[in-house]
């Protein structure tokens, strides 16, 4: 298994704020992570750090063996980098398949590979980014994403507020995704049964450093590893 995404020694953070002050982190092809933690442990700010939307003080990020620290977040995203924020970001005054092709890379995703994975898209391909509800959005959001290929697929809390039958629907998606090959994905979640179901392996993030990293197996049979980092018992784990 080869290594997708190398992180050493990250120190990141806005301003003159220091919010990750010295991560290292490697994930291999084929590997869902699951990134937990409480309000205000760095969450997004790893993920907006390995996107290039962050002040970087020291360390390094690659992708592929490539290093793309110095890179603007544009030419990270040609560079293997797919990002779906919590805001989803989807052009709104575009149609669902305009969505796509406007940043298509060519590669094993193409859009009726996304129309396949998500069959309303393909329903809804001629309608307007705003004419979508909040789960189809979710969806042109993660296809737009697939649609860059990306070697790194990072999910900013998914499926926060979507109905549990669409949230049933994106995590599915998400694991043949990630293990249909040349891709690793991580995925911050509130709900951490969820993705404990999902992830192969799960970082715990405080004050910015990690704390816990494990596979999703061994935190399933530990629940108190749960109650000691993210105030939770294992079977009514959310975190946010």
């Not at 603007?72 to 989803?88: C, L, Y």
């Not at 949230?167 to 599915?172: G, I, N, T, Y």
């Not at 995704?177 to 040349?182: K, L």
Request: proline share 4%.
């Amino acid at each position: 298994m080869r290594n997708l995404l190398s992180i050493d020694k990250l120190c990141a953070g806005y301003g003159e704020a220091v919010v990750i002050p010295g991560l290292s982190l490697e994930l291999g092809e084929g590997q869902v992570l699951a990134l937990l933690g409480r309000n205000g442990t760095g969450k997004t700010t790893l993920i907006n750090s390995i996107v290039g939307v962050t002040r970087r003080f020291s360390g390094a990020v690659k992708i592929a063996g490539r290093d793309i620290t110095r890179l603007r977040p544009d030419q990270r995203a040609r560079a293997g980098i797919g990002w779906v924020p919590q805001e989803r970001n989807i052009f709104k005054s575009l149609t669902v398949e305009e969505n796509m092709t406007a940043v298509a890379q060519d590669g094993p995703w193409t859009v009726e590979k996304v129309y396949d994975m998500f069959p309303r898209l393909r329903e809804r391909r001629r309608n307007f980014g705003n004419e979508l509800s909040g789960g189809e959005q979710q969806m042109l959001a993660i296809g737009r994403a697939l649609t860059l290929n990306p070697k790194v697929l990072l999910l900013d809390e998914p499926t926060e507020g979507l109905a549990p039958i669409i949230v049933e629907e994106l995590l599915k998606a998400l694991g043949q995704i990630t293990r249909a090959g040349g891709i690793c994905s991580i995925v911050v979640e509130q709900n951490a049964q969820k993705i404990l179901g999902l992830a192969d392996r799960v970082v715990i993030l405080e004050r910015g450093g990690i704390v816990h990293d494990a596979a999703s197996a061994a935190l399933k049979s530990d629940p108190q590893v749960l109650e000691r980092y993210l105030g939770v018992s294992g079977t009514s784990a959310k975190t946010h």
